[in-house]
């Protein structure tokens, strides 16, 4: 039987090559290659400083800190994530406060709205599978209570929302490399910024607060003395990450319009039926990080049900995105999120990888829609 995986990463002789030169240049760690992928990146998205780090979550826990978060504060942002998103505001000492998310998957601003009290310090929004929440909406509501905004773009990269890519509209923006992403650098993450003091602290903070890097001391004439100004972190990214990042960059207008191409199948074969309801993306350009169904109340199969079916065929799948709210993790509180919980247990993530042949890309909607 031939299987379909859900994902699958791009990765090639060109990131082999680009990790095995690093190897044998001994700069391994932090240093010219993330220098370099941090200028490719801020080319990319349009912003104007990126700080590379191990991972996203990472990333979202320095920006939380710049961002002035700490103990005894609360930060708005959605349940239905990947638990990433909530873990990272208790790193600070802070209190996650749930909101609801709408039918695009993405919070909902009436729901925020309702939920600001006065240890409210700020929202953190996700592009949800990649498809943009509405920035603009929300750093207006930061505005207008003092409040910062941090966007979790973990899913986003070349995702786009009024014309522009994700990682140039607000202050605090973090991206993930991890294999299930868009693109990969094994594990990585970036924090893309407008703001210099930010940019300046974020760099400390990746390296355990220290006041210059390696590769300035490496190639200074002169003896320097490091000194550590603030608790710090080690979230460095390595260079034989950067040097895979450099080549998957080179290849993300390509993979997305492919992916937008698959997706645009599924589309158009789903898109007329009562039994599921596609994602819309709007006025947005949405990367297709995952491709996501709902079922609806006139499904005559349930969701697990369904990818049981697919299972058998060789097609796998995935649930919903996860809710945090009923994790053990976290529910020592008590949440009413029935919005959430539905979308979460009602949809289901269909295979979308490169390259995906048009045989495969049949065969799933055929699969599904024998079921629907
Ligand atoms: C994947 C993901 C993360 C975590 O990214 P890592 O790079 O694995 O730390 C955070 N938030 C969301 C929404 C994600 O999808």
């Given at each position: 039987m031939r299987k379909i995986p859900i994902a699958k990463p791009l990765l090639g002789e060109l990131e082999a090559k680009a990790a095995h030169d690093v190897i044998l240049t001994g700069w391994v760690t932090q240093g010219p290659k993330v220098q370099e992928f941090e200028k490719d990146f801020c080319e990319y998205t349009g912003a104007k400083y990126a700080v590379a780090v191990s991972n996203c979550t990472t990333g979202l826990h320095l920006s939380l800190l710049v961002a002035g978060i700490s103990c005894g504060d609360e930060v708005i942002c959605p349940s239905m994530s990947y638990i990433a998103t909530a873990n990272c505001i208790r790193y600070t000492g802070a209190e996650p406060v749930f909101a609801e998310v709408g039918n695009d998957f993405n919070i909902d601003i009436e729901d925020v709205r309702k939920k600001i009290t006065s240890k409210t310090k700020a929202i953190l929004i996700v592009h949800q599978i990649g498809n943009p929440a509405d920035i603009a909406a929300y750093q207006e509501l930061c505005n207008a209570h003092n409040l910062k905004l941090i966007e979790d773009g973990a899913c986003a990269i070349g995702s786009e929302y009024k014309g522009k890519k994700?990682?140039?509209?607000?202050e605090l923006v973090c991206f993930s490399f991890h294999?299930?992403?868009?693109?990969?650098?094994?594990d990585g993450g970036m924090i893309t910024t407008n703001n210099k003091s930010y940019y300046t602290r974020l760099k400390h903070l990746r390296q355990h607060g220290m006041s210059i890097n390696d590769q300035v001391r490496h190639t200074s004439k002169t003896v320097i003395i490091e000194e550590y100004l603030e608790l710090g972190y080690n979230y460095r990214m390595t260079d034989i990450q950067a040097a895979v990042g450099i080549e998957q960059l080179k290849r993300l207008k390509d993979i997305i319009r492919e992916r937008r191409r698959i997706a645009e199948m599924y589309n158009e074969a789903f898109k007329n039926s009562d039994s599921v309801e596609i994602l819309d993306e709007g006025d947005k350009k949405y990367n297709y990080q995952s491709y996501s169904l709902l079922l609806t109340a006139?499904?005559?199969?349930?969701r697990n049900g369904l990818m049981q079916e697919l299972l058998d065929m060789g097609i796998s799948t995935r649930r919903g995105i996860m809710t945090a709210h009923r994790e053990k993790a976290y529910n020592a509180k008590t949440y009413s999120l029935p919005q959430s919980e539905f979308y979460s247990d009602h949809s289901i993530l269909l295979p979308l990888y490169i390259p995906m042949d048009d045989a495969d890309i049949a065969s799933v909607i055929q699969s599904v829609k024998q079921f629907i």
């Open positions: 994700i990682g140039s509209h607000s294999p299930r992403k868009v693109i990969t650098t094994g006139k499904c005559p199969i349930s």
